[in-house]
């Protein structure tokens, strides 16, 4: 499924489960910490990137989110840091403003989604 309320195309929870390693910390739990820290801290340079008006730390930005977004299954997430990345590489930063407000929603939304698939065995 796909769609506003479910953001990833597929979470590859199973595979995850494969690699860990007993008596471990849990490898689901690690990544969320790792991706949420990453994309927060890509938001906000998003955020400042669009206000400098400089394209380029935004196309590096989006790109970088749209890798570890897409890597995640955050399918929605990864497809507009893609178009970010686009305005970025374009240097027309126009509606960049207005995908960031649906980027930084679209997070909200995996990352709850991300913190109960941890909480599930």
Do not use: W
């Not at 669009?50 to 394209?55: F, K, L, P, S, T």
């Not at 989006?62 to 929605?76: D, E, P, Q, Y």
Request: proline content about 5%; aromatic content about 4%.
């Amino acid at each position: 499924p796909e769609g506003p309320h479910y953001p990833f195309c597929h979470l590859r929870k199973d595979y995850l489960r494969e690699l860990q390693m007993p008596g471990e910390p849990d490898i689901l739990a690690e990544l969320t910490e790792l991706f949420v820290t990453d994309a927060t801290s890509h938001l906000a340079a998003l955020r400042e990137g669009i206000e400098r008006e400089d394209a380029g730390s935004v196309e590096r930005s989006a790109h970088t989110l749209k890798g570890s977004s897409g890597n995640m299954g955050a399918t929605v997430m990864s497809r507009i840091s893609s178009e970010l990345q686009d305005a970025g590489r374009s240097g027309d930063l126009t509606g960049a403003r207005e995908l960031l407000t649906r980027l930084q929603a679209e997070f909200g939304r995996v990352r709850e989604a991300l913190e109960a698939e941890k909480t599930i065995p």
